[in-house]
Nanobody, 121 residues
Framework: QVQLVESGGGLVQAGGSLRLSCAASGGIFSINTMGWYRQAPGNQRELVATMSTSGIANYADSVKGRFTISRDIAKNTVDLQMNSLKPEDTAVYYC???????????????WGKGTLVTVSS
C-alpha cells in the first residue's frame, strides 16, 4: 500500500527558512509527478510546487524565488526548501504523488497526511 510521509514542518519567524521532506513507499514502480500543496485555514488547497520525472518544476507565483523543489526519482522522495518565509505561508503542507504505478494500480494520486508550517510575524 502506497504511503507518503512528510517531515520538517514547524514554527519559524518571518524571514526564516524550513525544509520539508517527503518519502513515498509501498511497492511503487514509478511516479510521474511529485510535489507540494498547502491549505491555510478557510482556504482551498493550492499548489505550491511540483516536479515532473523529467525535472521540470512548476511553482505558484507566490513562492517563486523563495521556494525550491528537489526530487530523487530513485528514492521516491521530494523536498521543498522554503526561504524568506512570510506569515501568509502559514498552512498545512501536503506532499502529493501523481501518476503512480504501484502493484495493480495505475495512474493513481496519493497524498500525505500533511505537516504544519507556522510563520510568525
Amino acid at each position: 500500500q502506497v504511503q507518503l510521509v512528510e517531515s520538517g514542518g514547524g514554527l519559524v519567524q518571518a524571514g526564516g527558512s524550513l525544509r520539508l521532506s517527503c518519502a513515498a513507499s509501498g511497492g511503487i514502480f514509478s511516479i510521474n509527478t511529485m510535489g507540494w500543496y498547502r491549505q491555510a485555514p478557510g482556504n482551498q488547497r493550492e499548489l505550491v510546487a511540483t516536479m515532473s520525472t523529467s525535472g521540470i518544476a512548476n511553482y505558484a507565483d507566490s513562492v517563486k524565488g523563495r521556494f525550491t523543489i528537489s526530487r530523487d526519482i530513485a528514492k521516491n522522495t521530494v523536498d521543498l526548501q522554503m526561504n524568506s518565509l512570510k506569515p501568509e505561508d502559514t498552512a498545512v503542507y501536503y506532499c502529493a504523488a501523481e501518476g503512480v504505478i504501484a502493484g495493480p494500480d495505475y495512474d493513481m494520486t496519493y497524498w500525505g497526511k500533511g505537516t504544519l508550517v507556522t510563520v510568525s510575524s
